[in-house]
């Protein structure tokens, strides 16, 4: 963790701020190891600061030992103006995407009535830009997710039949990862059959799924607090023409991506690699969401693979390629697997299988 902040230091330079305050729950535990729910980071060239209330302070001291731990109570606006005058900075740096408006004028009005120097920077990506790129203990935490997830589905597939719903399929799955030992699910999974399917993120529902149709399944595992990102779409007996016809589509399009694709790429520029395939398809209408994302402590963060991004892909990154092509009054088809990009090799993490028929 100090070497996360040592990595932080010289981006205060770069943002024109003497201190940072972090408040995002991710970016707080990648930084200081902290776990709780509640608590906020003060982070300047000298001094690296963890303030959280009475339930966590014991905590902190044994997750944080790098951070020197601060009590805190009542309000933001009691404790901030002290806890500041402490660092002695004049320009702090806050996330603009994790503090609320309400928040900020809060703070702005409890310094102004102290008559304190001090201006409050937003700031967009600091932290984030750091966490794009995974270590070898975190890419290790991800390959377990990945083997956890890939176990329970390999497991629980077989015995499914007609009938079932979505609903006990997702339930199934999940238990499946607990017992395999994953923490809780970094997201809701997602089990859409038949029609449902053309819903990107649908939740399951007490619909039963019926032998032929597709069946999307989009879940992850999480150990140590990284993620996992796998989907799958299978079908009970034999899908119909449509179904060969448009998973061989995005099956080509996602193995298209995968294996074209080159560290130095934009997250535009893979993006438009499976794109196209599904365009020259004649379904360009039918894949409306972005190709990937990063995946780490957050299920979804930096990079991002889709139209429009200029994220760079370089080597250290875990992100998803998951085309997909959503047909409504019919269903839907979508592939995903979590990769990563160790010397300049685009890996697959999530190896399940993509022929369940």
Known sequence: MNNRVDRLRPLLFENNIDAIF???????????????????????????????DFRYVEQAKTEAPGFE??????????????????????????????????????????LRERKENISLIPCKRVVESLRAIKDEEELNYIEKAATIADAALEEILPSVEPGISEQELAWRLETRMRQNGSEVMPFQIIVASG???????????????????????????????????????ICLGKGDTTFNRIYDIVLGAQLTAIETAQAGMTGEQI????????????????????????????????????????????????????????????????????????????NILTKTRKTWR
Do not use: C
Not at 29 to 52: H, N, V, W
Not at 90 to 101: D, N, W
Not at 281 to 302: D, I, K, S, T, Y
Not at 317 to 323: A, L
């Open 195 to 233: 029609t449902n399917a053309a819903l990107p993120h649908a939740k399951p529902s007490m619909k039963k799924i019926i032998e032929g149709e597709p069946i999307v399944i989009d879940f992850g595992a999480r150990v140590n607090g990284y993620s996992s990102d796998t989907t799958r779409t």
């Open 22 to 52: 972090i408040t995002q729950q991710e970016n707080r535990r990648y930084l200081s190891g902290f776990t709780g729910s509640a608590g906020s980071l003060f982070i300047s060239q000298e001094k690296s600061i963890l303030a959280t």
């Open 271 to 346: 993006d438009t690699l499976a794109r196209t395939v599904i365009e020259q398809a004649g379904h360009g209408n039918n894949f409306g969401h972005g190709l990937g994302h990063g995946v780490g402590l957050a299920a979804h963060e930096e990079p991002r693979i889709g139209p429009g991004s200029k994220d760079i892909i370089i080597d250290g990154m875990v992100f998803t390629i998951e085309p997909g092509i959503y047909i409504a009054g019919w269903g839907g088809i979508r592939i995903e697997d979590t990769i990563a990009l160790r010397e300049n090799s685009f």
């Open 69 to 110: 731990v601060v009590q805190i109570s009542n309000g933001i606006s009691k404790w901030f103006p002290d806890l500041i005058a402490e660092l002695a900075v004049q320009r702090i740096g806050f996330e603009e995407t994790a503090v609320s408006y309400a928040t900020y004028i809060e703070l702005t009005s409890s």
